[in-house]
């Protein structure tokens, strides 16, 4: 159960619209699977939603015969969109076939329905659900990039960098290690399990920490 959708008094908090929310279409899964053959038609369907759509193929690209998506959207009329497909070849022979978004004119492999109509992901607005972290989250994610541009272990305290990577300016080197301690003295850690691996000799600085601590 995820707490965090709930506000306090128990009601649920309403999320920002993300591409995950959407019904998607993928031409390279239609091209890969056979469908897109002139003059056949074939059905898209989403049943944990209970939602379908129906495609006809034609030699200019597909028109959505119906729709009823669900989640709200059951009372849309029948209607017909249609959509461009190109066909673009490769230097290898082959061929990459894409959608034509209707706004943009943008060649996508996917399209996305948010409100009623398809269209590409940039015109959207919208991003994935993965790529919104929260803001401590970025700030580990920072940290744990530089600490791998110090080349130091994972999670060594900033007093213990004091040597600079061979071929980085001092200029780098300072910013870097500044950025650390300000990212430390906010209280920012490494997330558990990213970044590399400790090295065997890890114990060794672990003491040499330990000890540090204890002459303070
Ligand atoms: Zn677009």
């Given at each position: 159960m995820d707490f965090s959708r709930f506000t306090r008094e128990g009601g649920l908090k309403p999320r920002?619209?993300?591409?995950?929310?959407?019904?998607?279409?993928?031409?390279?899964?239609?091209?890969?699977?056979?469908?897109?053959?002139?003059?056949?038609?074939?059905?898209?369907?989403?049943?944990?939603?209970?939602?379908?759509?129906?495609?006809?193929?034609?030699?200019?690209?597909?028109?959505?015969?119906?729709?009823?998506?669900?989640?709200?959207?059951?009372?849309?009329?029948?209607?017909?969109?249609?959509?461009?497909?190109?066909?673009?070849?490769?230097?290898?022979?082959?061929a990459h076939t894409r959608f034509i978004c209707p706004d943009c004119e943008r060649r996508v492999w996917k399209l996305f329905a948010h409100e009623v109509t398809f269209r590409c992901q940039r015109c959207l607005g919208l991003?994935?659900?993965?790529?919104?972290?929260?803001?401590?989250?970025?700030?580990?994610?920072?940290?744990e990039k530089?600490?791998?541009?110090?080349?130091?272990?994972?999670?060594?305290p900033v007093a213990f960098v004091t040597r600079k990577p061979p071929r980085m300016s001092l200029r780098i080197f300072r910013k870097l290690r500044d950025e650390k301690a300000a990212l430390e003295a906010e209280g920012v850690t490494r997330r558990i399990g990213h970044g590399l691996a400790a090295s065997p000799n890890i114990l060794e600085v672990n003491e040499r920490i330990k000890r540090m601590k204890g002459a303070n």
């Open positions: 920002r619209a993300v591409l995950d929310d959407c019904f998607a279409l993928d031409v390279r899964a239609w091209e890969r699977e056979g469908k897109l053959i002139p003059r056949t038609a074939f059905r898209v369907e989403w049943p944990e939603r209970s939602a379908f759509l129906g495609v006809s193929v034609d030699a200019e690209g597909v028109v959505l015969l119906f729709k009823r998506l669900g989640d709200g959207y059951e009372a849309l009329p029948i209607a017909e969109e249609r959509l461009r497909v190109v066909r673009m070849p490769t230097p290898f022979g082959g991003r994935r659900l993965s790529g919104i972290v929260s803001k401590r989250e970025r700030k580990a994610m920072r940290l530089i600490d791998a541009k110090l080349r130091i272990f994972p999670g060594l």
